[in-house]
């Protein structure tokens, strides 16, 4: 996986990483449910293509000093993500995929925290293929949930692009 696939990989990412909410008996109904997700995950991407301006993507070969930035700003992000959907409750018939979604997204954010902390104390020897590595299981598992709260949200009669 080369990097601009993985980083293109995070974007798509992004509503698994920012999916967050209780775990309590009520929730919002289906249409507010992925109303809010949605414009969340719109701001969401945003934040996550202006790292992308600059030199984002060449850092992680060039820099390490710009390794370290890139990667604590992604941490950033994500951290920000996931606060800002952690308002969100899924209806009660979505909560099983919607804690599918955050169990992923957590993993992803543990990978960036991983990788981030590692660059930062100059351990930078293959770090970008374990990073892949480690991302892969990660976001396939956030690939699936996000497919299917797409398909419940299908299912529901609501029109929702979370370009799974």
């Not at 390490?64 to 800002?84: F, I």
């Not at 930062?120 to 991302?135: A, P, V």
């Amino acid at each position: 996986m080369n990097l601009k696939r993985l980083l293109l990989a995070f974007l798509v990412a992004l509503p698994v990483l920012a999916a967050c909410g209780g775990d309590g008996e009520g929730g919002s109904s289906p249409e507010e449910y992925f109303r809010r997700l949605e414009t969340i995950q719109s701001e969401v991407a945003e934040n996550f293509l202006a790292l992308r301006s600059g030199d984002f993507p060449g850092a992680f070969v060039d820099d390490p000093e710009a390794t370290r930035d890139a990667m604590n700003a992604l941490v950033d992000v994500s951290r920000d993500a996931l606060q800002e959907y952690g308002s969100l409750e899924p209806p009660p018939e979505a909560r099983e995929l919607h804690n599918e979604y955050v169990a992923a997204g957590r993993e992803i954010l543990a990978a960036f925290e991983d990788v981030a902390r590692r660059v930062s104390g100059n351990e930078s020897e293959g770090l970008l293929e374990e990073f892949e590595e480690d991302l892969a299981a990660p976001l396939q598992r956030g690939s699936d949930a996000c497919s299917a709260l797409e398909a419940f949200a299908d299912h529901s009669g609501i029109d929702i692009e979370m370009s799974c």
